[in-house]
């Protein structure tokens, strides 16, 4: 997309405001496409206004052209899993996420949620509660970072983080706009701020049980995309974005469960953590789309990571694998937060292998 392809909003808006007639509504429907990262959709109309995914059909894609079926085979299906309403096109109308199965209704490579969904059953007692932080980077169209001298790089990082001035931060207006269509959307955006690296930001959603991490995220990275759209900015997920001295974009978890809340669960937090250490490797496999290539460039042991080949915890330490808070230490009980996830994971890989690890203790 060029600037050639950019569109007068205020135009749309006469269009968008029109009365839409009863019995009528338009539902996007979303998925993860075959690189397991980017995100696709499509919006059908229905004569009821959806309540819960089963009101909903399954429909289907031309799964050869996201990379997902062959060509003499390419019809995929979207099984409906999780309505959200449309901050875009409001009056009813509504956004649909759907998991991918192949032509024999087995799960796509990329459909990771299925399992996920398995593991949180079985782990249900534990109430396993997450929260997210997604970095970000605002690209303009060129792939320069949004704002950056064409050509040329800003000062050296330190006035960005949380900063405020149009020399410290760049995108504000995309992130607002994200972080009121995340709210009407219902999803549980639980903050935002400028990051490390200037035109860098993070938003953060969550607490959420189980399954609706995953759900959640995706949908606020959809809705992220999206807005961004309308602004002429690219959104980019990946986890060194800009080599150099620049820091990197992770996805941290924080995670807990409901004997880790409860006093004295700093007992559990450190049997977490052991049990975590012991599976570093297998972890960097879930923790990025390229079973841990894309978190080499960024898991460097610099800009507030720890090495990729070492596992390391502490308190209020953000150079270890694992960090458990200041707060949690003093208190005895809470959460840990996992600061090895890339900002291009996948929430349900993510999720699903820490409560493997820690919970099931396979």
Not at 131 to 154: R, S
Not at 155 to 164: A, E
Not at 185 to 205: D, H, L, Y
Request: charged share 25%; aromatic share 10%; proline share 6%.
């Amino acid at each position: 997309m060029s600037f050639r392809g950019k569109t007068d909003k205020r135009i749309l808006e006469h269009y968008l405001n029109l009365e839409q007639p009863e019995g009528v509504y338009q539902v996007m429907y979303v998925w993860i496409d075959g690189t397991g990262e980017h995100m696709r959709c499509k919006t059908k109309t229905m004569e009821k206004e959806p309540i819960v995914p089963e009101d909903c059909p399954i429909w289907n894609f031309d799964g050869s052209s996201t990379g997902q079926a062959e060509g003499s085979n390419s019809d995929v299906y979207l099984k409906p899993v999780k309505l959200f309403r449309d901050p875009f096109r409001r009056k009813g109308n509504k956004l649909l996420l759907c998991e991918t199965y192949k032509y024999n209704m087995t799960p796509t490579d990329t459909n990771l949620r299925k399992s996920c969904v398995e593991v949180m059953n079985k782990a249900s007692e534990a109430y396993p509660w997450f929260g997210i932080e997604q970095e970000y980077t605002l690209m303009d169209l060129d792939g320069h970072p949004f704002g950056w001298p064409k050509g040329g790089y800003p000062g050296p990082q330190g006035p960005y983080y949380c900063g405020v001035g149009a020399d410290k931060v760049y995108g504000r207006d995309i992130v607002e706009a994200h972080y009121k269509a995340c709210l009407y959307a219902g999803i549980k955006i639980s903050g935002t701020n400028a990051e490390v690296m200037p035109a860098q930001w993070e938003f953060q959603v969550g607490p959420c049980e189980g399954i609706e991490m995953g759900d959640q995220l995706w949908m606020a990275r959809f809705l992220l995309h999206r807005v961004a759209e309308d602004f002429g900015v690219k959104v980019s997920f990946d986890p060194k974005p800009m080599p150099g001295d620049w820091n990197g974009a992770g996805a941290h978890c924080n995670y807990s469960t409901v004997e880790m809340r409860q006093p004295g669960g700093i007992k559990i937090i450190e049997k977490a953590i052991e049990r975590m250490s012991k599976r570093h490797k297998e972890h960097i496999q879930y923790y990025d789309p390229k079973n841990g290539r894309d978190n080499e460039r960024r898991l460097t042991g610099l800009h507030e990571t720890s090495s990729i080949h070492d596992f390391s915890a502490g308190v209020a330490n953000r150079a270890c694998s694992i960090r458990i808070p200041r707060q949690v230490g003093e208190e005895g009980h809470g959460y840990l937060e996992d600061r090895r996830p890339s900002s291009n994971c996948d929430p349900y890989a993510v999720t699903e292998i820490i409560v493997r690890t820690t919970v099931l203790e396979e």
